[in-house]
């Protein structure tokens, strides 16, 4: 498990579509809505959290279609099936490597974008630790999606439509948290709610994502 994870994490680099990819989105994102919307604090920091959130989900979903696909093309998919390492664990393996390179940049990154959108102080280290509990399970969920469509021609716009939904979720709950602690009210049941998902979709999803490349390959 180890040494697939080195390996993902070495590909995701050298690729530069992970780290480069999503982390220049957040921040073109987090630039443009202050030059749209206007830079007064108090239009921005309403709808910060939820911009924060929303930017962080896309930017996890932009790499998605590239999760299993080089394996797909070089016919590592068929040997990764076939190792002893479960194909299970190869999942998530693989989203936990989609989270290093995609969601932990995001995290350490949220707190200097906040400033741009005048979030509240008291929220910014609840939009980290929200982030931190949620950001997994688009990894996870992300990774799903990219075994179902792993193989299609032009994929990417399938696996959007598959996701999304599936997000909504983690995004209601994320935000909410960092809007309740921008307006000073508890934030415990969010949270709590968020980890539940996650610790759901890391319990249930690469087994899912499994049995979906294992149709694939067959």
């Not at 996701?163 to 049941?189: H, K, N, S």
Request: aromatic share 6%.
């Amino acid at each position: 498990m180890r040494a697939l994870l080195t390996r993902d994490l070495r590909l995701a680099l050298r690729a530069g579509g992970g780290f480069g990819q999503g982390l220049g989105f957040y921040l073109i994102l987090c630039v443009l809505i202050p030059l749209g919307v206007g830079p007064e604090a108090g239009r921005l920091a309403p709808v910060a959290p939820g911009i924060l959130w929303v930017g962080a989900l896309l930017a996890c979903l932009l790499s998605l279609d590239r999760l299993f696909a080089l394996d797909w093309e070089d016919g590592s998919l068929d040997l990764l099936a076939t190792a002893p390492l479960p194909l299970e664990g190869a999942v998530a393996v693989k989203a936990l490597a989609h989270w290093i390179v995609t969601g932990l940049p995001l995290v350490l990154a949220a707190p200097v974008l906040a400033v741009l959108l005048h979030l509240p102080g008291p929220a910014y280290g609840t939009l980290v630790l929200s982030l931190l509990l949620g950001t997994p399970a688009l990894s996870v969920i992300g990774a799903f999606g990219a075994a179902l469509t792993v193989g299609l021609r032009r994929g990417g716009l399938l696996l959007s439509l598959l996701v999304l939904p599936l997000y909504v979720p983690t995004l209601i709950f994320g935000a909410e948290a960092v809007r309740r602690a921008a307006d000073g009210m508890a934030t415990v049941t969010p949270l709590l709610l968020l980890a539940g998902i996650t610790a759901g979709c890391i319990a249930a999803l690469p087994f899912a994502a499994a049995a979906a490349l294992r149709i694939n390959l067959r």
